[in-house]
C-alpha cells in the first residue's frame, strides 16, 4: 500500500470523528496529493500523523508506523526521527508512556546522528513529558530545560513555549505555583501567535489549574470554559476532559457536589473511552475526596481503590501515593484503624521513591545552572558588539559597580550577622529564663510537698494517735457517741492519707527512685479502672534520663491524662512512652469526644499552655490530632535525650 492511500484511509476515519478538524488534515492531503518528491510526501505525512495526535491517537500511531516504514526503504533519517517522535506523541496521548519514551529514544538517536538540533529538542520536550507523568519530576525538568536552552538559540517561538509550559506543569504539582505562574505569564504574550491547539490548550489548563488552586473559582471556571469552547470548536475531545476534571474541582471546594460529580463523570467518559489510565486514576480519586467529603464512606472507598488500580497498571506513582493517603484518611474516619495504618504505610513506601531531597536540589541545581549559562551567553553577546573605544569605559564602570555591590554586600552580611547574633542571644537568655521558671517550679513542688508530708502530714498522724488514745480512756454515753468519735478519727486518718496522696503527686517518690516510667505507672496505678482503664507500654527506659527532662515529661503526661479524667469523657486510655537513639517519643490517645483542633481558643487554657512550654523548653515538638467524636491523640518528641 502507498503512502498516498494508507494516509487517507485514516484521515477518513479521524474526520469521520472529528469534522471541525477536517479542514486542517485536508489541507495536508491536498499538500501531499500535489506533492512529487517522496521525501516531501515523507515530511507532509509527518505532519498529518502529528496534527491526528490530539483527535485519534490510533490513527495517528497506524500513519507515523507506515511512514517510519517509508523512511527508512528511502533512507530518510529526518523522516525516519520525525516519525518515530510522531508515534512518541500518539503513545503520550494513548498514556503508554513506556513506548513512548522508547521512541523518543530512537528519534534522539537519529537526531544526533544526523546533528539535527531541533528534532532532538523536540525529542527532549518529549522525554519531559514522559517524565512528568511518571512522576520523574527532577528528570522531567532536566529534560524542559534541555529543549528550551536549544529552543532560545534558535529562537523557536513554538519550542520556547511548549518548554515552558511543560516547566509549568511541573513547578504546579510540586506547589510552586509563583514559579509555574511567572513561566506561563512570559507565554501569554506570544498567544495569538501559536497556531498548535493542544499548546493553547495546555497553556488554558494551567492556567486555570493555578488559579483552582489558588481558590479563584470565577477565573478558573471562565478559563475552563474557554477552553471547552476550544475543544468543541475543533473537536479536541481527548483534552476536553481536563477542563471538565477542572470544573469538578471548583465545584467540589465550593460545597456544590452535585455539579461536581456530574463533571467528573463527563471527565471519566472521554478518558475511558482513550483508556487514559492515568486521567481516569485521577479523576477516581477526586471521586473519593468528593464522597468522603460528604461522608459516603463506601462509596468513597471504592472510587479510591479503582484509582489505585489504574495508578498502578499505568505506572502513575504521584497519583498512586495520593490514593493511598485519601483512602487511609477514609479508613480512619470510618474507625477503620487498621486499614487505616496499613494504607498510610503504602503510602509512605510510595512516596520516598518519588520525591526525595536529592531529587529536590537536583533541580534547584539545574535551574541554577540554566539561568547561569544564560546569563552568560547574554555577556558574550554584549561583549562581541561592544568596540574597542568603550572597553576602558566599561572596565571603569564595571570596576565602580563592583565596588559600590561589594560595599552594599559587606554592609547588608554585617548586618545580618548583627542581627542573626541578636537573635541568638535573645533566644539563649529566653532559654535560660524559662529553665529557670521551670527549676524554681519545681523546687516550690518539692518543698511544698515536704511541708505537707514532713509539717502537716506528721501534726496529722500525731493528732490521730493521741485521739486513738483517748478513745479506751473516755466514758461513752451511748454508742451513737462512740460512733461519731471514730467518725472524727476516719475523717482524721484520711486527711493524713489525702496530704500523702498530694505530697506524692506534687514529686513522685517513684520519679525520684526509680524514675519515669515507674513514676507514670504508680500515678495511673490510682486511677479508678471502673472509671478509665489505661493502658502504659514503655519501651527503651532502662536507663534513668536527665532529671530536667524525666520532670517534664513526667508532668506534661500527668497535665494529658487529668485533661483525658476531665474534659473527654473517655473510658480508655493509651499511654505509649519509647525512647530510641533519635530522642523520647510519648503519645496519649483517648477515645473521648475529641474537639476540633482548628479552634485556636481551644489552646488558650493553661494546661495546654503549660504542655506547650514545657516540651518546647526540652527542644521538643508536640502535635495533636483530634476532631469531633474521633477522640484524642498527642504525640511528644523530644530530640537528643541524654
Known sequence: MTIKRVVVFFICCAITACPAMAQTVNEL???????????????????????????????????????????QSEKYENGEGTALLCLSYANIAKARYELCNDYAQKAKAVADKIKNDSLAAYCDLAFAVYNYNTSRYDKAIEAAMRSLKTFEAKKITMGITKA?????????????????????????????????????????????????????????????????????????????????????????????????????LKSLLIDSSFDNKKQMSDTYLNMGNLALMQKKYGEAKSNLLHSISLADSSGYKQGEYQAWMTLSNTYKQNNEAGAAMDALNKAYSLKDSIINERSENKIAELETVYQSEKKETQLKLQQAELTKKNYLLWGAAAVLLLLVVSGITLYRKRQAQNKLQLQAEVMKQQELATKAVIIAEENERKRIAADLHDGVGQIMSAAKMNLSAFENELPFKDANQKFAFERVIGLVDESCKEIRSVSHQMMPNALLKSGLANAIREFIDKIDTRVLKVNLHTEGLNERLDSNVETVLYRVIQECVNNVIKHSGANSLDIALIKDADGISATIEDNGKGFNTKDKSRFEGIGLKNILSRIEFLKGTVDFDSSPDKGTLVAIHVPNVA
Open 164 to 264: 515552558k509550559v511543560m516547566m509549568s506543569q511541573v513547578y504546579q504539582l510540586k506547589d510552586d505555583l509563583p514559579r509555574a505562574e511567572k513561566l506561563l505569564q512570559e507565554t501569554l504574550p506570544h498567544l495569538n501567535e501559536i497556531t498548535d491547539l493542544k499548546v493553547k490548550v495546555n497553556i488554558l489548563h494551567t492556567l486555570a489549574n493555578i488559579y483552582g488552586m489558588q481558590e479563584k473559582y470565577p477565573q478558573a471556571l471562565e478559563i475552563d470554559k474557554q477552553g471547552i469552547d476550544l475543544c468543541d470548536k475543533e473537536d479536541m475531545r481527548f483534552f476536553q476532559s481536563q477542563f471538565y476534571d477542572n470544573i469538578a474541582n471548583c465545584y467540589m471546594y465550593s460545597q456544590r457536589y452535585t455539579e461536581a460529580k456530574e463533571y467528573f
Open 29 to 71: 492531503y491536498q499538500q501531499l496529493s500535489k506533492a512529487t518528491d517522496t521525501k516531501q510526501k515523507i515530511d507532509i505525512t509527518n505532519r498529518i500523523a502529528y496534527e491526528l495526535r490530539a483527535i485519534d491517537p490510533d490513527s495517528a500511531e497506524h500513519v507515523a508506523a507506515r511512514n517510519l516504514t517509508a523512511a
